[in-house]
Antibody, heavy 113, light 108 residues
């Protein structure tokens, strides 16, 4: 059974960079797309983007100028960086396999000084 | 961007009743790329249905999906207590992938 686990700081200051890593266990990271999705408290789901294990990426245009995703197949991990964060970026961030057949438990990231 | 509109926003039903949830797309979505998720409080979404009508592994057969083009439906034939949750549809055939705003199924 594939398992995903998000990790990273739970508090980020405004204008700084949010950095999260997703570790995949129970299966290889290779030959799949991997996604990041976020959910502000009490609101719906927003797809941030995806990365293939070759490194090719596809980002949501609403965030594209601030998002970078990367993958480290040797560690079975992929990562998200979101620059110039504001309070509007406060959310639970999820990593998922492909379109979403497996999800991490999510990690709350709060943007506050 | 394909906008998915779910209705109703909230569905108040009793255990044992039938739930019918709608997801309407602003433009045609290939059935192969339409999924439904269930989310309970404090938990990540979990996949129920993919390719519009295929149940994910371990999903009971009281859950069924149907539809094509711009209109899709998730049906729960007889609500069990554990089915009261928020349900989201998602399209992943056109970038950016998008989700509906969710339908909350609550106990009446």
């Amino acid at each position: 059974q594939v398992q995903l686990q998000e990790s990273g700081p739970g508090l980020v200051k405004p204008s700084e960079t949010l950095s999260l890593t997703c570790t995949v266990s129970g299966g290889s990271i290779s030959s799949y797309y991997w996604s990041w999705i976020r959910q502000p408290a009490g609101k719906g789901l927003e797809w941030i983007g995806r990365i293939y294990t070759s490194g090719s990426t596809n980002y949501n245009p609403s965030l594209k100028s601030r998002v970078t995703m990367s993958v480290d197949t040797s560690k079975n991990q992929f990562s998200l960086k979101l620059t110039s964060v504001t309070a509007a970026d406060t959310a639970v961030y999820y990593c998922a396999r492909g379109f979403g057949d497996f999800w991490g438990q999510g990690t709350l990231v709060t943007v506050s000084s | 961007e394909i906008v998915l509109t779910q209705s109703p926003g909230t569905l108040s039903l009793s255990p044992g009743e039938r739930a019918t949830l709608s997801c309407r797309a602003s433009q045609s979505v290939s059935s192969s790329y339409l999924a439904w998720y269930q989310q309970k409080p404090g938990q990540a979404p979990s996949l129920l249905i993919y390719a519009a009508s295929s149940r994910a592994i371990g999903i009971p057969d009281r859950f069924s999906g149907s539809g094509s083009g711009t209109d899709f439906t998730l049906t729960i034939s007889r609500l069990e207590p554990e089915d009261f949750a928020v349900y989201y549809c998602q399209q992943f055939g056109s970038s950016p992938w998008t989700f509906g705003q969710g339908t909350k199924v609550e106990i009446k």
